[in-house]
């Protein structure tokens, strides 16, 4: 997913809301994980290591789960969790994967996020911020 650049600079145009560089990233970050997604079904992929999975719904096994208590980072409040989930389990050593093809998922991708409800796009901001904080002080 990102690498540490392109985190960095999505928290800089978060901070300083510089909206056409967090859209830009947006949507090349959206472009590449549907490229992914294209080529994984193109080769027939049966399982792919990753850094960060998208989407409303993955499964941790309880092994990784000990590994990663707690879980979640409770200040933290809505979209950031997947960003906060894969830093965590790559500093825990616990590998993702995407399985594409065992378990089927209907995903409305990036159907809950309206970029025109500003209420929901600063909670969005603030925990980013707080994200990269807490993996970056």
Known sequence: NYSFFFRWLYYMAVKYQLYSVKYFIYA???????????LVHIFKLKKTRIYSSHGSFFIIGSEALKKMM???YEQMFLYQEEHFLARKAYLK????????FDVEVKHFEDGSQDFNNKTLDKYSDESYIKYFKYFNQ
């Open 28 to 38: 090349v970050n959206g472009l590449v994980r549907r490229l992914f997604i294209i």
């Open 70 to 72: 707690p879980l979640y």
């Open 93 to 100: 050593e616990v590998k993702t994967y995407y399985i594409p």
